[in-house]
Protein backbone atom coordinates (compact mmCIF):
# COMPACT_ATOMS: atom_id res chain seq x y z
CA UNK A 1 0.00 0.00 0.00
CA UNK A 2 1.05 3.25 -0.44
CA UNK A 3 0.16 4.69 2.77
CA UNK A 4 0.16 2.72 5.89
CA UNK A 5 -3.32 5.14 6.75
CA UNK A 6 -6.91 3.51 5.45
CA UNK A 7 -10.38 4.95 6.23
CA UNK A 8 -12.40 2.32 8.03
CA UNK A 9 -14.99 0.50 7.33
CA UNK A 10 -18.66 2.24 8.06
CA UNK A 11 -16.80 5.64 8.17
CA UNK A 12 -16.01 6.48 4.45
CA UNK A 13 -19.09 4.95 2.33
CA UNK A 14 -19.62 2.44 -0.25
CA UNK A 15 -16.96 3.53 -2.53
CA UNK A 16 -15.32 6.72 -3.27
CA UNK A 17 -18.17 8.97 -1.77
CA UNK A 18 -15.27 10.66 0.46
CA UNK A 19 -13.01 10.96 -2.33
CA UNK A 20 -14.50 15.19 -2.97
CA UNK A 21 -13.43 15.71 0.80
CA UNK A 22 -10.41 13.80 0.77
CA UNK A 23 -7.21 13.29 -1.55
CA UNK A 24 -7.59 9.45 -1.92
CA UNK A 25 -4.01 9.47 -3.26
CA UNK A 26 -3.08 9.87 0.26
CA UNK A 27 -4.84 6.51 1.94
CA UNK A 28 -3.35 3.31 1.46
CA UNK A 29 -7.25 2.44 1.18
CA UNK A 30 -10.66 2.75 1.99
CA UNK A 31 -12.34 0.10 3.42
CA UNK A 32 -16.08 -0.21 2.64
CA UNK A 33 -19.21 0.04 4.39
CA UNK A 34 -19.61 -4.00 5.02
CA UNK A 35 -22.07 -5.17 2.68
CA UNK A 36 -24.63 -7.75 3.43
CA UNK A 37 -26.76 -10.17 1.47
CA UNK A 38 -29.98 -8.21 1.07
CA UNK A 39 -30.00 -4.23 1.01
CA UNK A 40 -30.42 -3.04 4.53
CA UNK A 41 -32.02 0.43 5.80
CA UNK A 42 -30.29 0.01 9.15
CA UNK A 43 -31.80 1.25 12.40
CA UNK A 44 -34.35 4.17 12.98
CA UNK A 45 -32.94 7.79 13.96
CA UNK A 46 -31.11 8.52 16.06
CA UNK A 47 -28.66 5.78 15.36
CA UNK A 48 -25.33 8.45 15.40
CA UNK A 49 -24.11 9.99 18.91
CA UNK A 50 -21.42 11.90 19.70
CA UNK A 51 -20.28 10.92 23.62
CA UNK A 52 -17.26 13.04 25.31
CA UNK A 53 -14.47 10.85 24.05
CA UNK A 54 -15.96 9.86 20.67
CA UNK A 55 -19.04 8.49 19.18
CA UNK A 56 -21.71 6.38 19.60
CA UNK A 57 -23.25 4.20 16.62
CA UNK A 58 -25.90 1.98 16.19
CA UNK A 59 -26.45 2.46 12.21
CA UNK A 60 -28.02 -1.19 11.51
CA UNK A 61 -25.49 -1.71 8.51
CA UNK A 62 -27.35 0.10 6.56
CA UNK A 63 -26.31 -1.11 2.77
CA UNK A 64 -27.29 -1.55 -0.74
CA UNK A 65 -27.21 -5.14 -0.58
CA UNK A 66 -24.81 -7.72 -3.39
CA UNK A 67 -27.16 -7.15 -6.35
CA UNK A 68 -26.80 -3.35 -6.25
CA UNK A 69 -22.92 -3.61 -5.58
CA UNK A 70 -22.38 -6.52 -7.97
CA UNK A 71 -24.55 -3.60 -10.55
CA UNK A 72 -23.47 -0.40 -9.47
CA UNK A 73 -20.33 -0.36 -7.11
CA UNK A 74 -17.91 -3.26 -8.45
CA UNK A 75 -17.45 -1.95 -12.25
CA UNK A 76 -16.42 1.35 -10.69
CA UNK A 77 -13.52 0.24 -8.44
CA UNK A 78 -10.82 -0.02 -10.74
CA UNK A 79 -11.57 3.53 -11.41
CA UNK A 80 -10.52 5.02 -7.81
CA UNK A 81 -7.04 6.47 -7.52
CA UNK A 82 -6.94 4.41 -4.18
CA UNK A 83 -7.44 0.83 -2.89
CA UNK A 84 -10.47 -0.97 -1.94
CA UNK A 85 -11.00 -2.95 0.24
CA UNK A 86 -14.00 -4.92 0.17
CA UNK A 87 -15.98 -5.38 3.96
CA UNK A 88 -18.81 -8.04 4.58
CA UNK A 89 -21.47 -8.79 7.26
CA UNK A 90 -23.63 -11.77 7.23
CA UNK A 91 -25.99 -13.95 9.59
CA UNK A 92 -24.70 -17.03 8.04
CA UNK A 93 -21.57 -18.92 6.56
CA UNK A 94 -23.23 -18.74 2.83
CA UNK A 95 -23.94 -14.85 2.98
CA UNK A 96 -20.42 -14.33 3.17
CA UNK A 97 -19.37 -16.95 0.85
CA UNK A 98 -21.63 -15.80 -1.77
CA UNK A 99 -20.54 -11.89 -0.75
CA UNK A 100 -16.55 -12.75 -0.95
CA UNK A 101 -17.04 -14.66 -4.13
CA UNK A 102 -18.82 -11.62 -6.18
CA UNK A 103 -15.73 -9.50 -4.36
CA UNK A 104 -13.03 -12.19 -5.02
CA UNK A 105 -14.13 -11.86 -8.77
CA UNK A 106 -13.30 -8.18 -9.10
CA UNK A 107 -9.73 -8.04 -10.32
CA UNK A 108 -8.77 -4.51 -8.53
CA UNK A 109 -9.76 -5.72 -5.30
CA UNK A 110 -7.24 -7.41 -3.25
CA UNK A 111 -8.14 -7.45 0.33
CA UNK A 112 -11.36 -8.50 1.89
CA UNK A 113 -12.21 -7.94 5.32
CA UNK A 114 -14.76 -10.20 7.61
CA UNK A 115 -16.76 -7.80 9.67
CA UNK A 116 -17.63 -11.14 11.85
CA UNK A 117 -19.14 -8.72 14.98
CA UNK A 118 -22.29 -10.21 13.42
CA UNK A 119 -25.25 -12.80 14.88
CA UNK A 120 -24.98 -16.14 13.25
CA UNK A 121 -28.83 -16.73 12.93
CA UNK A 122 -28.30 -20.46 13.32
CA UNK A 123 -26.89 -20.12 16.91
CA UNK A 124 -27.64 -16.73 17.92
CA UNK A 125 -23.97 -16.19 18.66
CA UNK A 126 -21.45 -13.70 17.02
CA UNK A 127 -19.29 -15.05 14.56
CA UNK A 128 -16.24 -13.74 15.94
CA UNK A 129 -16.69 -15.15 19.56
CA UNK A 130 -17.26 -18.72 18.54
CA UNK A 131 -14.41 -20.17 17.76
CA UNK A 132 -16.47 -23.57 15.72
CA UNK A 133 -18.38 -20.80 13.56
CA UNK A 134 -15.30 -18.44 13.38
CA UNK A 135 -13.14 -21.55 12.02
CA UNK A 136 -15.50 -22.25 9.25
CA UNK A 137 -16.60 -19.33 8.24
CA UNK A 138 -12.99 -18.52 7.91
CA UNK A 139 -12.00 -21.64 5.47
CA UNK A 140 -15.22 -21.99 3.41
CA UNK A 141 -14.16 -17.96 2.45
CA UNK A 142 -10.38 -18.63 1.90
CA UNK A 143 -11.31 -21.85 -0.57
CA UNK A 144 -13.24 -19.57 -2.23
CA UNK A 145 -11.26 -16.45 -2.95
CA UNK A 146 -8.40 -17.28 -4.78
CA UNK A 147 -7.82 -13.92 -5.42
CA UNK A 148 -8.14 -11.63 -2.69
CA UNK A 149 -6.35 -11.92 0.99
CA UNK A 150 -8.96 -12.23 3.55
CA UNK A 151 -8.50 -10.17 7.26
CA UNK A 152 -11.00 -11.15 9.61
CA UNK A 153 -12.21 -8.55 11.77
CA UNK A 154 -12.36 -9.07 15.60
CA UNK A 155 -14.43 -7.26 18.04
CA UNK A 156 -12.37 -5.98 21.62
CA UNK A 157 -15.11 -7.97 23.40
CA UNK A 158 -14.76 -11.60 24.43
CA UNK A 159 -16.36 -11.39 27.91
CA UNK A 160 -19.61 -13.51 28.53
CA UNK A 161 -16.63 -15.80 26.21
CA UNK A 162 -14.25 -18.51 27.62
CA UNK A 163 -11.68 -17.46 24.62
CA UNK A 164 -9.74 -14.28 25.11
CA UNK A 165 -8.53 -12.34 21.44
CA UNK A 166 -5.70 -14.34 20.77
CA UNK A 167 -7.73 -17.15 20.97
CA UNK A 168 -10.00 -16.03 18.63
CA UNK A 169 -6.86 -14.75 16.18
CA UNK A 170 -5.06 -18.01 16.22
CA UNK A 171 -8.70 -19.70 15.18
CA UNK A 172 -9.09 -17.02 12.35
CA UNK A 173 -5.20 -17.65 11.18
CA UNK A 174 -5.10 -21.37 11.53
CA UNK A 175 -8.00 -21.31 9.12
CA UNK A 176 -6.69 -19.38 6.58
CA UNK A 177 -6.94 -15.74 7.26
CA UNK A 178 -4.32 -13.89 6.10
CA UNK A 179 -4.53 -10.92 8.40
CA UNK A 180 -6.20 -9.12 11.08
CA UNK A 181 -8.10 -6.16 11.79
CA UNK A 182 -8.42 -5.18 15.35
CA UNK A 183 -10.94 -4.26 16.41
CA UNK A 184 -14.24 -3.02 16.12
CA UNK A 185 -16.13 -0.81 18.36
CA UNK A 186 -17.29 -1.75 22.02
CA UNK A 187 -20.52 -1.67 23.17
CA UNK A 188 -21.62 0.76 24.87
CA UNK A 189 -24.70 3.52 25.56
CA UNK A 190 -25.93 6.80 26.44
CA UNK A 191 -29.24 8.24 27.90
CA UNK A 192 -31.46 10.85 27.93
CA UNK A 193 -31.47 12.00 31.40
CA UNK A 194 -34.21 14.08 30.41
CA UNK A 195 -36.48 11.97 28.55
CA UNK A 196 -35.10 9.03 30.44
CA UNK A 197 -34.55 7.18 27.40
CA UNK A 198 -31.69 5.61 25.69
CA UNK A 199 -30.36 8.18 23.29
CA UNK A 200 -30.09 5.28 20.41
CA UNK A 201 -32.74 4.04 19.05
CA UNK A 202 -31.67 0.59 19.06
CA UNK A 203 -30.60 1.32 22.94
CA UNK A 204 -27.20 -0.05 22.97
CA UNK A 205 -24.39 0.78 20.13
CA UNK A 206 -20.96 0.64 19.37
CA UNK A 207 -18.32 3.05 21.16
CA UNK A 208 -15.95 4.75 18.79
CA UNK A 209 -12.94 7.20 18.64
CA UNK A 210 -10.43 8.19 21.37
CA UNK A 211 -12.16 6.86 24.73
CA UNK A 212 -11.60 3.23 23.12
CA UNK A 213 -7.95 3.36 21.77
CA UNK A 214 -6.10 2.58 24.55
CA UNK A 215 -8.28 -0.65 24.96
CA UNK A 216 -7.39 -1.90 21.29
CA UNK A 217 -3.80 -0.67 21.73
CA UNK A 218 -3.42 -3.64 24.10
CA UNK A 219 -5.21 -5.90 22.57
CA UNK A 220 -2.96 -5.26 18.99
CA UNK A 221 0.42 -5.63 21.64
CA UNK A 222 -1.23 -8.84 23.05
CA UNK A 223 -2.23 -10.64 19.27
CA UNK A 224 1.05 -9.19 17.83
CA UNK A 225 3.65 -10.46 20.68
CA UNK A 226 1.91 -13.30 21.17
CA UNK A 227 2.00 -14.73 17.92
CA UNK A 228 1.10 -13.03 14.54
CA UNK A 229 4.23 -10.24 14.17
CA UNK A 230 6.54 -14.06 14.50
CA UNK A 231 4.36 -15.33 12.26
CA UNK A 232 4.35 -12.52 10.08
CA UNK A 233 0.62 -12.00 10.28
CA UNK A 234 -0.35 -8.35 9.06
CA UNK A 235 -2.62 -6.33 11.52
CA UNK A 236 -4.93 -3.42 10.34
CA UNK A 237 -5.08 -1.70 13.99
CA UNK A 238 -8.61 0.76 14.08
CA UNK A 239 -9.94 2.45 16.93
CA UNK A 240 -9.38 5.72 18.31
CA UNK A 241 -6.87 7.22 16.04
CA UNK A 242 -7.24 11.33 15.82
CA UNK A 243 -3.52 12.10 16.21
CA UNK A 244 -0.23 10.96 14.39
CA UNK A 245 1.13 9.63 18.01
CA UNK A 246 -2.03 7.22 18.08
CA UNK A 247 -0.75 5.54 14.97
CA UNK A 248 2.30 5.55 15.89
CA UNK A 249 1.41 3.54 19.11
CA UNK A 250 -0.79 1.06 16.95
CA UNK A 251 2.89 0.59 14.90
CA UNK A 252 5.09 0.00 17.53
CA UNK A 253 1.88 -2.53 19.61
CA UNK A 254 2.89 -4.19 16.01
CA UNK A 255 0.28 -3.10 13.68
CA UNK A 256 1.66 -3.10 10.12
CA UNK A 257 -1.03 -0.37 9.01
CA UNK A 258 -3.81 1.51 10.79
CA UNK A 259 -7.40 2.72 10.05
CA UNK A 260 -9.12 5.80 11.13
CA UNK A 261 -12.96 5.77 11.69
CA UNK A 262 -14.55 8.27 13.60
CA UNK A 263 -11.70 10.43 13.26
CA UNK A 264 -12.47 11.46 10.09
CA UNK A 265 -15.73 11.92 10.71
CA UNK A 266 -14.87 15.01 13.53
CA UNK A 267 -12.20 16.43 11.11
CA UNK A 268 -11.27 15.15 7.56
CA UNK A 269 -7.58 16.93 7.84
CA UNK A 270 -7.12 14.22 10.36
CA UNK A 271 -5.73 11.35 7.49
CA UNK A 272 -3.10 13.82 6.11
CA UNK A 273 -2.03 15.33 9.35
CA UNK A 274 -1.35 11.72 11.13
CA UNK A 275 0.21 10.80 7.75
CA UNK A 276 2.12 13.88 7.76
CA UNK A 277 3.42 13.17 11.87
CA UNK A 278 4.43 9.59 11.06
CA UNK A 279 6.41 10.56 8.28
CA UNK A 280 8.22 13.34 10.81
CA UNK A 281 8.23 10.67 13.51
CA UNK A 282 9.63 7.85 11.32
CA UNK A 283 12.56 9.78 10.21
CA UNK A 284 13.18 10.95 13.69
CA UNK A 285 13.30 7.60 14.77
CA UNK A 286 15.92 6.69 12.03
CA UNK A 287 13.85 4.22 10.78
CA UNK A 288 14.13 3.83 6.52
CA UNK A 289 10.38 2.57 6.70
CA UNK A 290 7.36 2.60 9.37
CA UNK A 291 7.59 -1.35 8.45
CA UNK A 292 11.47 -0.91 10.79
CA UNK A 293 8.70 0.55 13.60
CA UNK A 294 6.35 -2.51 13.83
CA UNK A 295 6.52 -4.35 16.92
CA UNK A 296 9.44 -2.21 18.04
CA UNK A 297 8.08 -1.06 21.69
CA UNK A 298 10.42 -1.85 24.29
CA UNK A 299 8.58 -3.94 26.79
C1 LIG B 1 -20.75 5.20 11.89
C2 LIG B 1 -19.94 3.94 11.93
C3 LIG B 1 -20.27 2.87 11.11
C4 LIG B 1 -19.52 1.70 11.14
N1 LIG B 1 -19.84 0.66 10.30
C5 LIG B 1 -19.05 -0.45 10.25
C6 LIG B 1 -19.29 -1.48 9.31
O1 LIG B 1 -20.20 -1.43 8.49
N2 LIG B 1 -18.46 -2.56 9.32
C7 LIG B 1 -17.40 -2.68 10.19
O2 LIG B 1 -16.67 -3.67 10.14
N3 LIG B 1 -17.15 -1.70 11.09
C8 LIG B 1 -17.93 -0.59 11.13
N4 LIG B 1 -17.66 0.42 12.02
C9 LIG B 1 -16.51 0.27 12.94
C10 LIG B 1 -15.27 0.99 12.40
O3 LIG B 1 -14.83 0.43 11.18
C11 LIG B 1 -14.12 0.90 13.43
O4 LIG B 1 -13.79 -0.45 13.64
C12 LIG B 1 -14.51 1.53 14.77
O5 LIG B 1 -15.28 2.70 14.58
C13 LIG B 1 -13.28 1.87 15.61
O6 LIG B 1 -12.45 2.81 14.96
P1 LIG B 1 -12.52 4.40 15.24
O7 LIG B 1 -12.44 4.58 16.71
O8 LIG B 1 -11.35 4.95 14.49
O9 LIG B 1 -13.83 4.85 14.70
C14 LIG B 1 -18.41 1.59 12.01
C15 LIG B 1 -18.08 2.68 12.84
C16 LIG B 1 -18.82 3.83 12.81
C17 LIG B 1 -18.42 4.98 13.70
Redesign the pocket.
Known amino acids: MPSPILL????AGTLDEICNLINPRLLGAI????ITKEPRPGNPFP??TWTRA??L?A?G?A?PGLDAWKADIAPQIEHINTNILG?I?GDSIDDYVQIATAMDAVDAMKII?L?V?CPNVHSGLEFGADPKALKELTEQVRSTTPNTKIFV?LSPITVGTPHTIVDLAKVAVDAGADGL?L???VPAMGIDVHTRKPILSNTTG?????A??PI?LRLVHLVASEFANQANIPIMA?????RWQDAAEFILAGATCV???????ANLNIPRKVIQGLDKWCLKQGASSIQDLVGQVRV
Do not use: D, W, Y
Request: aromatic fraction near 2%; proline fraction near 2%.
Open positions: ASGTVTKSRIGMNILNSAENSKTCNTGMSGPIHTVGGVTQIGAGSF
